[in-house]
């Protein structure tokens, strides 16, 4: 009698663990953060390496150039190759343009955006993280940076994931505003800059109770066929 009692319940419990085990499953899935775009320079041009996006840039053209790369905040296996160098110009007249990217963020939320940089002593030393919600508007997010001499190991990490109005947004784009530079050679370099979110992606509730449904008949089935072994 108590034989049969524990059976049933070892049969319960085992039913329990794995819908416990498919919920589990399902969470972590949505948990998972994706890189949306990276750009590695390696190509020596502004176009995206992996993922979906554009960059463009409104410095004078003879000033964007290409250097020494790094592996700080490099992706899927980049090597360090190149990265984006962006000069002062003369007169100094790159002070308070820019580097724009767009990316879609439909399906996903909780945006990072991070770049690995460095900067000459002549170079921008007041660079300003902007985001915007349609394209056309940007927002300052946080303080002017100032780049660091050397790329270093740690990336620029700017958080965005208060900014509601980022998820799932066809129109998200992000800016650097770059100032403070006092020579037309003096530079700063950008490298591995990576747009990443996480997946809103959840099995749907039709597949979930799809597969709850057939663990549910699993375990009629063999609580059945227990029950005439039990008789």
């Not at 000069?87 to 724009?100: D, K, L, M, P, S």
């Not at 003096?186 to 997946?199: K, L, M, P, Y």
């Amino acid at each position: 009698m108590f034989i049969k009692a524990d059976f049933r319940l070892i049969r319960r419990l085992s039913f329990n663990l794995m819908c416990a085990a498919l919920l589990f499953f399902t969470a972590s899935q949505a948990a998972l953060a994706d890189e949306l775009a990276i750009w590695n320079f390696n190509d020596s041009d502004l176009n995206v390496d992996h993922g979906s996006g554009t960059l463009i840039s409104n410095l004078n053209v003879v000033n964007l150039l290409f250097a020494a790369g790094t592996t700080n905040n490099a992706r899927l296996g980049d090597a360090a190759g190149q990265a984006l160098s962006l000069q002062g110009g003369t007169g100094v007249a790159n002070n308070g343009r820019n580097i724009t990217f767009n990316v879609s963020t439909v399906g996903f939320s909780n945006i990072v955006v991070s770049f690995a940089t460095q900067g000459t002593s002549t170079g921008f030393n007041s660079n300003q993280f902007q985001y915007s919600l349609d394209g056309i508007n940007f927002i300052d997010f946080g303080p002017p940076y100032t780049p660091a001499a050397v790329f270093g190991t740690l990336p620029l990490v700017f958080t965005l994931t208060s900014i509601v109005g980022l998820n799932n947004n066809p129109n998200a784009a992000f800016r650097i505003v770059f100032n403070g530079a006092t020579s037309s050679t003096g530079n700063n370099r950008i490298d591995n800059i990576v747009v990443e979110g996480t997946s809103a992606t959840i099995p749907e509730p039709t597949t979930a109770l799809l597969l709850l449904s057939g663990l549910g008949g699993l375990y009629k089935m063999r609580n059945k066929r227990h029950k005439k072994n039990d008789d």
